[in-house]
């Protein structure tokens, strides 16, 4: 499974793949990377971590949902 990351880079908002030194995506707002961010997942097997703009992770999100590893706990 790929993992991603949205944060904040100086004034735009970078929407990559973990580990990369290029962005998937550039974006002036948080709103417009996540948007960005739901459409490239929407064919793809990932967890993508979304930061705040202190760095701290806000939420990590799994696509698709059925691949989540929080569901197969008993």
């Known amino acids: ?3 991603y990351d949205v944060t904040k880079k100086g004034d735009h908002w970078s929407f ?3 580990g990369a030194k290029r962005s998937i995506k ?3 707002t948080k709103a417009e ?4 961010m739901r459409d490239f997942m929407s064919n793809r097997t990932g967890s993508v971590k979304i ?5 701290r992770i ?3 999100r799994t696509y698709p949902r059925s691949a989540d590893p929080r569901k197969s706990r008993g």
Do not use: P
């Open 16 to 18: 990559k793949e973990e």
């Open 58 to 60: 806000e939420e990590e």
């Open 51 to 55: 930061h705040k703009e202190n760095g």
């Open 33 to 36: 990377a996540i948007d960005h």
């Open 1 to 3: 499974m790929q993992n």
């Open 26 to 28: 550039n974006s002036e």
